[in-house]
């Protein structure tokens, strides 16, 4: 597990949110932005710039915390092909 500590509170919650988002396996990583907008009701835009910067400081050892600070769970989400409705 690699918690990682945001500069906010509001990304922390996000930050939290792609860890548990990455330990479940539902997503490679690099499209995770769809997530992110689904479950803080964000614009695609701020979304993979959170997640840009969750990439950076998951590289950066100053920056791993031992749990997560919020308590985020990753919502599923449904796609296109398996016809969300």
């Known amino acids: ?22 330990q479940s396996g539902d997503t490679n990583m690099y499209g995770a932005s769809p997530y992110l907008q689904h479950a803080f009701a964000i614009p695609d835009e701020k979304a993979r710039d959170v997640l840009s910067r969750w990439m950076k400081f998951h590289s950066n050892p100053a920056r791993k915390l031992d749990g997560p600070v919020t308590k985020q769970k990753p919502h599923r989400l449904i796609t296109l092909f398996e016809g969300g409705d």
Not at 6 to 17: G, L, N, V
């Open 1 to 22: 597990m690699s918690y990682i500590k945001a500069d906010t509170p509001e990304e922390q919650k996000m930050f939290d949110y792609l860890e548990e988002l990455r």
